[in-house]
């Protein structure tokens, strides 16, 4: 892993992004505002270790914002996208890669009967509210506040005045009647649930929700709440859709649709499906997904879709996610939130640590939050100053108190003492 760098790259790096991209970043989290410190500038990745530009290595638990389930830089997908490569690249035409990948995700997750691939989670999640709303004839849709579904205009919401009442932009560009077709609600409240299904009958196109909040940090669902979804959506002939793009093989095998027992008609997948390369994929019961041209009428395309690097990745990705992989993952989860919890209470700091297998976030706020507003009552400056000690020990974290960590298998028993060991520090600081 060793480099000869010029250490100061970092800063002229920077300098020269800032002129060429909004803000410096081509993402917005990049630009780390939120932790007041610089943006780094990643350049390389080993198994669970990030290294900047300046040539300095980082213990790392953004994973690329959960595609490095397996660590960075796997031998057998590199060697799987570089045999890919030598084939050409998007051929412009359906290829083997594709349909071989279709039919892992499809054993992996019964209930995408069918499917399609794109090339985002943001395209995928578009194109199954789309075809929610042609399948239905309905304009409506539900969503939870704190949830994030890409940067789709009619998604990219806040609530409105009041329950089961219409939002409004949440972004410049945004126009109300992007909007107004979008309600939002609480996450974890049955009670408001039952009370938009009520409010609005027969005009409900879809409720989408990641079925783990990780867009405002790690909020789980309550006991029985996924089935009172699934139960209001079905009687109401309401698509419910999961937006798996962060938890799809990462939570089980299956997703979050396995770990709680639950099927959607509708799922939308990113990240790790495509081992890290550029992919989104959305899929679903055979009915609804035959109204997808050139089928039926909901039209949806894209040139790069399918792109043969991204499938290869896949491919060898999901075959290495292994029973033995998740037991792994669920076991360093657990050995780190409760060392986290430790070595919080020994440092006198009150905090509230939520994990769902490998996805975790510390929450500096007492307890765990239930939804989206309790999560952001958290403090954010204290998270600034935590995340600031851990970088400079070593330890690189989301840059951002509503985000999640992402453990990858790549993270052993060695990984969590030096993250442990920091922790400390950085609580007590």
């Not at 009172?228 to 419910?240: Q, V, Y």
């Not at 979050?256 to 679903?284: C, F, H, N, S």
């Not at 769902?356 to 952001?376: C, I, K, M």
Request: aromatic letters at 6%; proline letters at 5%.
């Amino acid at each position: 892993m060793a480099v000869t760098v010029a250490v100061g790259r970092q800063d002229d790096l920077r300098e020269r992004a800032l002129g060429l991209f909004p803000g410096g970043v081509n993402s917005p989290v990049r630009a780390f505002r939120s932790v007041g410190r610089p943006p780094l500038v990643l350049d390389a990745g080993s198994g669970a270790r990030v290294r900047d530009a300046d040539g300095r290595w980082y213990l790392d638990y953004i994973g690329s914002w959960g595609p490095a389930i397996l660590g960075h830089a796997r031998p057998e997908v590199i060697e799987a996208v570089r045999a890919a490569a030598l084939d050409g690249f998007a051929l412009g035409a359906t290829g083997p890669r594709e349909v071989e990948l279709g039919e892992r995700v499809r054993a992996a997750m019964p209930s995408m009967e069918r499917m399609r691939f794109v090339s985002s989670g943001t395209e995928a999640v578009m194109s199954a509210i789309r075809l929610a709303r042609g399948a239905t004839g309905r304009d409506l849709v539900v969503k939870f506040a704190g949830a994030y579904h890409g940067h789709g205009d009619s998604l990219l919401v806040e609530a409105g005045s009041g329950l089961a009442t219409l939002a409004m932009p949440g972004s410049a560009g945004v126009t109300a009647g992007a909007a107004r077709d979008t309600i939002v609600i609480p996450f974890n409240d049955p009670e408001a649930a039952r009370a938009v299904f009520a409010a609005h009958p027969g005009r409900l196109a879809a409720l989408i929700l990641e079925p783990v909040i990780a867009n405002v940090g790690v909020v789980p669902p309550v006991a029985g709440y996924l089935d009172l979804l699934r139960e209001l959506t079905a009687a109401s002939g309401t698509i419910l859709i999961f937006d798996e793009v962060i938890t799809g093989f990462r939570l089980a095998k299956g997703g979050a649709q396995a770990r709680y027992e639950i099927t959607p008609d509708l799922t939308t997948l990113g990240k790790i499906v495509g081992g890290g390369m550029p992919i989104g994929a959305y899929g679903g019961r055979a009915d609804l997904m035959a109204r997808i041209a050139p089928e039926g009428p909901v039209y949806q395309a894209g040139t790069l879709s399918g792109h043969p690097l991204a499938m290869a990745a896949g491919c060898v990705t999901l075959d290495l996610l292994t029973p033995q992989v998740y037991e792994g993952l669920e076991r360093t989860g657990a050995a780190l939130e409760a060392g986290l919890r430790d070595v919080a209470v020994l440092a006198g700091r009150e905090v509230g640590i939520a994990r769902v297998g490998s996805l975790l976030t510390v929450f500096f706020r007492a307890g765990a939050p239930r939804d989206g507003a309790e999560a952001l009552a958290s403090d954010r400056q204290a998270y600034a100053r935590f995340f600031g000690s851990m970088l400079d020990q070593g330890v690189l974290l989301a840059p951002s108190q509503f985000e999640a960590w992402f453990i990858s298998a790549a993270h052993g028993q060695a990984e969590l003492e030096e993250t442990l060991a920091a922790a400390s520090k950085a609580f007590a600081s």
